[in-house]
């Protein structure tokens, strides 16, 4: 992050980015040390792309849902342009658009916050009413990958007991 931040400053052409960093404490003093130390070497700062994420999708699907109405299988194959979905299984893709339509359930067992439509016949996904919104606010804790393991837990649960 520190590598990263430095480099944004000075962000011009020809200038030189520099930064400065004031420690508060000796541990800090030492951090700041082995930071500088690391930068210096070139081995610190590696990014790493993750493999589908989950809410970022759902957030995306949302937002695009709330733009016009999704084909699915157009959805699906847009998504996978993307290189962290390249390589998204169908099963995924669709958990995140059935999370989306049917809510997040809470302790109380009432699904709540269901931002889309699915339409299982024409295979389309619509945005709710609300959901403009809900797009660009798109922090919401429940739209991550979490959301989507607990929802799915919740439908085999169902699914087990009959229910």
């Keep these: 992050m520190a590598l990263q931040r430095i480099g944004r400053a000075s962000h011009h052409r020809g200038g030189v980015p520099k930064g400065r ?6 541990d800090q003093l030492v951090e700041c040390a082995a930071l500088v130390r690391g930068m210096r070497a070139g081995n610190l700062e590696l ?8 809410d970022v999708l759902a957030q995306q699907l949302v937002a695009m849902a709330a733009c016009e109405d999704l084909a699915e299988d157009e959805a699906y194959a847009l998504v996978r342009r993307a290189w962290p979905y390249r390589e998204l299984p169908r099963a995924e893709f669709d958990a995140v658009i059935e999370m989306h339509a049917e809510g997040v359930a809470r302790r109380a067992g009432r699904a709540q916050g269901a931002r889309l439509h699915r339409d299982g016949v024409h295979r389309v996904v619509k945005a709710r009413r609300g959901s403009r919104i809900a797009a660009l606010t798109s922090g919401r804790r429940h739209s991550g990958d979490r959301a989507v393991r607990r929802h799915r837990r919740a439908r085999r649960r169902r699914h087990r007991t009959g229910g």
């Design 21 to 26: 960093l004031f420690p508060a404490t000796r």
């Design 47 to 54: 990014t790493r792309i993750p493999q589908w994420p989950l």
